[in-house]
């Protein structure tokens, strides 16, 4: 059993940054592939990046190209999002979730493990 548990929200102002954390513990993440998702107010959860085990393989939604970046140190049994040029529509609770797989996925569906959520808001 995988526990993740996310870190590094806040309130921000658009144009800003903020760095995401994601730390699991019960066992290794080797194998695992790790995604974000977030979920707005209302709104249904969408998928926001994902990264394979070895990091070589990463994916991001249509709506966070070339502003986010997710990354692994699997040494640290983590993940991160840096988020750059952060808008308001991008305040949502942004969740990490792990795949019992190594292959990079976008459906939310193929995550069996969740953390509670970080709440980032972005002011315009």
């Known amino acids: 059993q995988v526990q993740v548990v996310e870190s590094g929200g806040g309130l921000v102002q658009a144009g800003g940054s903020l760095r995401l954390s994601c730390a699991a513990s019960?066992?290794?993440?080797?194998?695992?592939?790790m995604g974000w998702f977030r979920q707005a107010p209302g709104k249904e959860r969408e998928f926001v990046a994902a990264?394979?085990?070895?990091?070589?393989?990463?994916s991001y939604g249509d709506s966070v190209k070339g502003r986010f970046t997710i990354s692994r140190d699997n040494a640290k049994n983590s993940i991160y999002l840096q988020m750059n040029s952060l808008k308001p529509e991008d305040t949502a609770v942004y969740y990490c979730?792990?795949?019992?797989?190594?292959?990079?996925?976008?459906?939310?569906?193929?995550?069996?493990?969740w953390g509670q959520g970080t709440q980032v808001t972005v002011s315009s």
């Open positions: 019960g066992r290794t993440l080797s194998g695992y592939a």
């Open positions: 990264i394979s085990w070895s990091g070589a393989s990463t």
């Open positions: 979730a792990a795949r019992r797989y190594s292959i990079v996925v976008v459906s939310q569906d193929d995550y069996a493990f």
